[in-house]
């Protein structure tokens, strides 16, 4: 079974239009993350939430909105797409965050490319 | 198939030398990673090497890759507290596949 699934693969679009990308664990994780792979291949954190809520908001557009309608599920959503947003996007889990110098392994999808043209 | 593997945990005395190791499975990556993951944080680029380089050094970290090998370290010189951390090591496949390993947790003793 697929631990960290994101959905779609690829996704061509155009400039302007809104787009989402999907997230979901299946390891009963409460922690989730996104992470943009910018050209030199560097990950970048832009969210994490921890049981639906929202624990790290990188600077990012705000064009880009998370969404978690559950603790398995983190979305991505993004408006009004431009050309600089074409990347490969990651997502990740995590069983904890802060607790205090503990962290855990975090577990990454397979890698969402989003191409604006 | 492909896969990176790390061990999961190290301890070492502040002030020693820390020498984290990676191994992979796929000879075709393009650049080798290392990451921190601290508390409260999300994974942090620490450094990387390109594939055609064995050796990068920035000041008191030394990556080495072994391509014969597919051996990746990371060393990490005169370690203090602030390196407590996971360290994730990963590598790139094409243009989008990266391929993390499962992270190393640093534990630094007095």
């Known amino acids: 079974d697929t631990a960290v699934s994101q959905t779609p693969k690829y996704l061509v679009t155009q400039m302007g239009n809104d787009k989402s990308i999907k997230c979901e664990q299946n390891?009963?994780?409460?922690?989730m993350y996104w992470y943009k792979q910018d050209s030199k291949k560097f990950l970048k954190i832009m969210f994490s939430?921890?049981?639906?809520?929202?624990?790290i908001n990188e600077t990012v557009p705000n064009r880009f909105s998370p969404k978690s309608p559950d603790k398995a599920h983190l979305n991505l959503h993004i408006n009004s797409l431009e050309l600089g947003d074409s990347a490969v996007y990651f997502c990740?889990?995590?069983?904890?965050?802060?607790?205090?110098?503990?962290?855990?392994?975090?577990?990454f999808g397979p890698g969402t490319r989003l191409t604006v043209l | 198939g492909e896969d990176v593997e790390q061990s999961l945990f190290l301890s070492v005395r502040e002030g020693d030398s820390s020498v984290i190791n990676c191994t992979y499975t796929?000879?075709?990556?393009?650049?080798l990673y290392w990451y921190k993951q601290e508390p409260g944080a999300g994974l942090q680029l620490l450094t990387y090497?390109?594939?055609?380089?064995d050796m990068k050094q920035d000041q008191r970290l030394t990556v080495l890759l072994n391509k014969k090998d597919k051996h990746l370290s990371l060393r990490i010189a005169d370690t203090q507290t602030g390196d407590s951390a996971i360290y994730f090591c990963?590598?790139?496949?094409?243009?989008?596949?990266?391929?993390f390993g499962k992270g190393t947790r640093l534990h630094i003793l007095p």
């Open positions: 990740a889990s995590s069983q904890e965050f802060l607790r205090g110098a503990n962290t855990d392994t975090q577990y």
């Open positions: 390891l009963g994780h409460d922690t």
């Open positions: 939430y921890n049981n639906k809520e929202l624990i």
């Open positions: 796929d000879s075709s990556s393009t650049y």
């Open positions: 090497i390109f594939s055609n380089m």
């Open positions: 990963a590598e790139s496949i094409g243009d989008d596949k990266i391929i």
